[in-house]
C-alpha cells in the first residue's frame, strides 16, 4: 500500500478549512485570573474569539517600610465604643456578675468587636488586630471604692501602630473593657 503523498495545495486547503471553521464559531470573551501560584507567580489566561493565551506574570515581594494608607484610629475608636454599647445593651439590666457567664460573654464581645473593625482593616493592609475584652464586678452600691487598672505595654512604632480602650457599664454590676490593639506588619 503505497502512503498518499500531501502536496502543498492541499495542506493549504486543509489549513484554511479548519481556521474557517474556528473563526466561523461564536465565543464569549472573558478573563480568568486565578489565585497566586508557587514562587510568586500568576497566571492570566484570556480568551479573544479563537485566541487564548496564558501569559506567566512574574510578582514580585514589596519591601514597603510603612503603611500606603495609615489606619484611622479615631474612626475605629467611635465603631468600637458603638459596637460595645450595643452588645452590652442587649444584656438586661438584672443579670448580677457570674464568673462563668463572663468568660463566654468576654470571648464573644472580643470576637465580634474584631470582627466590626476587619473592614477598617481591610482597606489598611499588613494591619494584625488583637482584641482584648475583660469583664469586672463593680461595687453595687457608691460608698465602698473600687478601682481596676487594666496596663499594657508594647514595642511598637508611633507612626504605625496603636490601641484603642473603650468602657460601658452593663447589666446590674458589671463593667466591660475593651482594649484594641492594631499593630503594623513589615
Known amino acids: ?77 467611635k465603631i468600637l465604643q458603638l459596637e460595645l454599647n450595643r452588645r452590652c445593651n442587649r444584656v438586661p439590666k438584672s443579670i448580677r456578675y457570674e464568673p462563668k457567664l463572663c468568660v463566654d460573654l468576654a470571648r464573644d464581645l472580643a470576637h465580634q468587636l474584631r470582627r466590626v473593625l476587619k473592614p477598617e482593616y481591610l482597606s489598611t493592609p499588613r494591619y494584625k488586630i488583637i482584641v482584648v475584652v475583660s469583664i469586672v464586678q463593680a461595687a453595687p452600691n457608691r460608698q465602698i471604692h473600687q478601682e481596676i487598672t487594666i496596663a499594657s505595654r508594647c514595642l511598637w512604632d508611633r507612626d504605625t501602630d496603636g490601641s484603642l480602650t473603650v468602657r460601658t457599664n452593663f447589666g446590674r454590676d458589671m463593667i466591660a473593657v475593651a482594649t484594641a490593639f492594631i499593630v503594623y506588619t513589615e
Do not use: H
Open 1 to 77: 500500500m503505497a502512503a498518499k503523498r500531501i502536496t502543498p495545495r492541499t495542506l493549504l486547503q486543509r489549513v484554511f478549512t479548519v481556521t474557517k471553521q474556528t473563526n466561523d464559531q461564536q465565543t464569549s470573551t472573558n478573563l480568568t485570573v486565578p489565585l497566586y501560584g508557587k514562587n510568586w507567580q500568576r497566571e492570566i489566561s484570556t480568551t479573544y474569539s479563537d485566541v487564548t493565551s496564558t501569559v506567566p506574570i512574574l510578582l514580585m515581594p514589596t519591601y514597603a517600610l510603612g503603611p500606603q494608607k495609615k489606619f484611622d484610629f479615631c474612626r475605629a475608636q
